[in-house]
């Protein structure tokens, strides 16, 4: 699902949304997501998942093409853990679809 897919999606099932506003609430809530894990909070959506910030420390790597070691620096990299409630629908949605195009006899 792309960001526009999103944006239908809210707009269709508002139908006193106009699509314009349904692109500004997916903004608005994708920009307010980004700027909490920048000054960096944790962002927990019950039932969904929670966003957090991984560190990764800095290390040497090798450059593929020469061979020669690289250094490359820490980073701080969004993380996401989907919640309970989410996982165990995708495994009984994903059991349900694989069960429905099983063999026919």
Not at 20 to 47: C, Y
């Amino acid at each position: 699902m792309t960001r526009s897919d999103l944006v239908e999606e809210l707009a269709a099932r508002f139908g006193q949304l106009t699509h314009r506003d349904a692109e500004f609430a997916v903004k608005t809530l994708l920009d307010a997501m980004s700027d909490a894990l920048v000054r960096g909070h944790r962002i927990e959506l019950r039932g969904f998942g929670s966003f957090s910030i991984n560190r990764r420390p800095p290390r040497m790597g090798r450059n593929p093409r020469s061979g020669e070691s690289v250094a490359i620096p820490e980073k701080r990299v969004p993380h996401f853990k989907p919640g309970k409630a989410l996982r165990e629908a995708v495994d009984a949605r994903t059991q349900e679809l694989m069960a429905g195009s099983g063999p026919k006899s």
